[in-house]
């Protein structure tokens, strides 16, 4: 189980992750989201003790990482595959893992093994990887210790099609057994296909969280008219309350029959009315992190 509380992460005035709480259980897949400099690194630095928090709060099983005796044997953590050693082969990389958190070094071509790491590519020096490859090394260091959980950051950043879709099936696979992911991605196809759960952040807060099925069936009604200052006015005037949505629409916190209603009742034509959440999760990261305080992280 991962806990967060209440963890504020402030550089001078700014807030890089403001007041978020989630949680991630085991058995699931928890994706994080959020555009460029919404605040995801820097929450996942914070619960793996990387990075000091303000304010607030980050457990792991109940304890704060920086206090777990032999972290990588609970936790496996990928936050930045280009930062290993460049000078040493994968095997070697792995054996001196092993040595660190006293696992068995024969478990080590195995592992290797695991994530699609030839012999040939352990005998390579990583200097010579790929991304990919560096990212499946990275991978394999964070299972190496057998951990009940991961954190992975952009785990599918330089992977092919073949490699995300392996990793998808290794992620599922390893929650099916009971184990806790915490997963960000920037490949929201991605996310859908594996996550159960969405934490959604934008500007250092939560914009929203929850099971995804129930997120992209609870994302509100997209409308959009060739009058939208009409429309708006209509919606205003039936007390309902909309927002721009990245792609010109309107987003309304309210059934489409209502919406429908509300235009129709104002003589306003609509050239699309649908649930926004049938755009799946691509149409409601969109929708969710198209307000202005998030745009400005982002600068
Ligand atoms: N060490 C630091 N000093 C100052 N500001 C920082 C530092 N680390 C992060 N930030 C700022 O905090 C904000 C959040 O950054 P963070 O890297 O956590 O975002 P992110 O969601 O992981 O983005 P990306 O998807 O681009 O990796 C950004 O505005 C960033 O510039």
């Not at 001196?96 to 390579?124: E, F, I, S």
């Not at 205003?236 to 309304?252: I, K, N, Q």
Request: include cysteine; aromatic fraction near 4%; charge should be positive.
């Amino acid at each position: 189980m991962i806990s967060v509380e209440n963890l504020t992460k402030r550089y001078g005035p700014h807030a890089a992750v403001d007041d978020v709480s989630f949680t991630c259980s085991p058995g699931t897949v928890t994706g994080f989201l959020g555009p460029n400099g919404a605040g995801k690194s820097t929450t996942m630095r914070m619960i793996c003790g990387l990075t000091s928090p303000t304010s607030g709060s980050a457990t792991v099983d109940g304890v704060p990482y920086r206090r777990l005796p032999n972290p990588g044997r609970r936790i496996g953590v990928l936050l930045d595959a280009s930062a290993q050693h460049a000078g040493r082969t994968g095997r070697e990389t792995l054996a001196l893992a092993a040595r660190t958190m006293g696992v068995d070094p024969a478990r080590v071509p195995a592992t290797l093994d695991r994530v699609g790491l030839n012999a040939a590519a352990a005998k390579r020096r990583v200097g010579a990887y790929s991304l990919g490859m560096r990212q499946r090394l990275g991978l394999a260091h964070a299972l190496l210790g057998d951990p009940r959980i991961l954190i992975l950051d952009e785990p599918a950043n330089g992977l092919d099609p073949e490699g995300i879709f392996w990793m998808r099936g290794l992620l599922r696979d390893f929650a099916d057994r009971g184990g806790t992911v915490l997963l960000s991605s920037h490949l929201l196809r991605e996310v859908e296909a594996v996550a159960d759960r969405l934490v959604v952040i934008g500007g250092g807060r939560v914009v929203a969280q929850g099971g995804r099925d129930e997120l992209l069936a609870g994302a509100g009604t997209l409308v959009r008219a060739r009058d939208p200052h009409a429309l708006r006015a209509a919606l205003a005037s039936a007390g309902l309350d909309a927002a721009s949505s990245t792609d010109g629409g309107l987003l309304v916190h309210a059934e489409a029959g209502a919406v429908g209603q509300a235009a129709a009742d104002a003589g306003v034509a609509l050239l699309e009315l649908r649930p926004a959440g049938s755009g799946g999760l691509e149409q409601l990261f969109l929708t969710l992190t198209a307000d202005q305080s998030t745009r400005k992280a982002v600068r």
